[in-house]
């Protein structure tokens, strides 16, 4: 069975190993992170804090989109955005490796201190009951003070979620 994690569709484009993890991995995002790589693409502020490594990440970003804009996935995808918190099927990256993206709608609950991408990840992981996973050290801190309810792995402990002998919160 596969791991599961929230997070948001521009991780998968910063960090490869994302992509080649020891375990099978489902990466469940809300839609809203999906349209966030769009403003990426188009923005001409810098993504990365290293000016080098901003060029490889916009390619990785751009080729993300054409995984989501191809023909089966699109389809799959606009099936989730019928109706609020529907799920689309997998989207299918590698052998190890598979996306379902949610039509995720943020509410009030958590709206005042996170932003609405946050919130959606929070909503999405505590609907799922499922981590999240980020590398946003301020979103991590905002949630243990807030005692929200999820589970948070950063990015560099992602090997260790994976493994299959981590339980998992709920």
């Not at 490869?16 to 999906?34: A, H, I, N, R, T």
């Not at 188009?42 to 993504?47: L, M």
């Not at 009030?108 to 050290?137: H, M, N, S």
């Amino acid at each position: 069975m596969a791991r599961r994690f929230v997070t948001e569709a521009v991780m998968i484009a910063i960090y490869g190993q994302l992509m080649v993890p020891s375990q099978p991995v489902e990466y469940v995002m809300p839609y809203s992170s999906l349209m966030e790589l769009y403003d990426l693409m188009e923005s001409k502020d810098p993504i990365m804090n290293q000016e080098e490594e901003d060029p490889y990440i916009r390619k990785n970003i751009e080729g993300l989109v054409r995984f989501f804009e191809d023909a089966l996935n699109k389809k799959k995808i606009e099936r989730a955005l019928g109706s609020p918190w529907k799920k689309s099927p997998s989207l299918l990256v590698n052998d190890k490796v598979s996306i379902t993206v949610v039509y995720a709608l943020e509410n009030a609950e958590y709206g005042e201190k996170f932003d609405p991408i946050e919130t959606d990840l929070i909503l999405l992981a505590i609907r799922e009951k499922v981590p999240v996973l980020t590398d946003q050290y301020e979103f991590v801190d905002k949630v243990i003070e807030g005692g929200v309810p999820v589970q948070v792995f950063d990015i560099e402990d992602f090997e260790y979620a994976v493994e299959e002998d981590v339980p998992l919160e709920h």
